[in-house]
């Protein structure tokens, strides 16, 4: 009753309490389905199971102990810039009910990188595997300053970082992937790293809207300066001719149900092109374990979800983790490590 009112109400109002909810809610949500067969890693890093909740939804860090309590292995907060900034005029959420899609054009509203910092400390560590996304503050006048920055501040206590070049909504950053920026910014952040002590993972968020040759110089870019994986992918600009919904025509990056195929097409060509070699992580239009599968099964290790969340209660994530149990144990795997990538080996 309550999770119908708050679809049917404005998207950001009821995005503000859900999180006000689950910071109050967390001592209700105890029983998280555990099962060896899910368990995997990144590096050091290890996951009780794959599915992850993708930037956006807690961006400013503060429900993450209620996350993994609603069965989430591993969370990733932000999209955090160096100073807070309001983002965009409202409205600036769309649903699109009739496709199971959103149209979002946010534009990096968070509380910067102070009051983040504040937040994400308070975590329990051993619940899970918490990651930080990062940008660029809209006004910036280097980009890559802010990434270093905010890199160099978050690195003691984030898990692992996301360089976040492909959120449409902040005017010239998807340019980065495509210039002599990004082997720039992916030198120098690998170069901060080798400076400390410990050696976290960095991994690069793509967009979905690029071409295979783009991909391959991304590949190739990131390979060199040792940035060790890929989420794929962002919201895309893309609007296919099949959507129904009034909305489809809002400016943004759209995501959910409407995303998935191209979203697999690009995790497909980014596998096969790289055969294992980068860690790869599976985000656009996971809605059931049968789609969290197939992007396993085509090259992720581990995939992240959000716009399914608005469509869904707050026990699916833990159906979803039960469910992918029982298709790969199904079909004849002890551990889903061993599911990675068999379509395109
Ligand atoms: C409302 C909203 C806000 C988002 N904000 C961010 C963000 O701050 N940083 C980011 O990297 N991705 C952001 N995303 C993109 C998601 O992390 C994800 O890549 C995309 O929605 C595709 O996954 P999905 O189809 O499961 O939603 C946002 C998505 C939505 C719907």
Redesign the pocket.
Known sequence: MFLKLLRNID?ETS?HISILSLKHLSRFLEKVYKNKILNTNFGNLTFDNPIGL????D?NAEVINSLFKMGFGFV?C??VTPVAQYGNPKPR?FRLKEDR????R?G?N?CGIEQFSRNFNQRNAHLGVAGV?I?PNKESKNFIDDYLKIYNSIYEYADYI?L?V??P?TKNLRDIQRTEDLSVLTYEINSLRESKETQKKIVL?VDPDSSEEDYSKIINIVQKNKIDGL?V???SISRPEFLKSDYKNEGG?L???P??RK?NEVLRFISKETQGELMLIG?????RAQDIYEKIKIGASLV???????YNNLGFINEMNQELSICLKNDGFSNIKEAVGIEVK
Not at 54 to 57: D, H, L, N, T
Not at 304 to 310: G, R
């Open positions: 998207p995005h993708a930037a956006g939804y961006k990733e932000g999209t959420i899609g959103i149209v979002n946010l990096f968070n996304n940008g996301t976040n492909s959120s909504n968020k989420i992918n962002n919201t990056g995501s959910g149900a995303i998935k979203s985000v656009g239009g996971i809605e992240q979800i959000y716009s399914a969340l608005t």
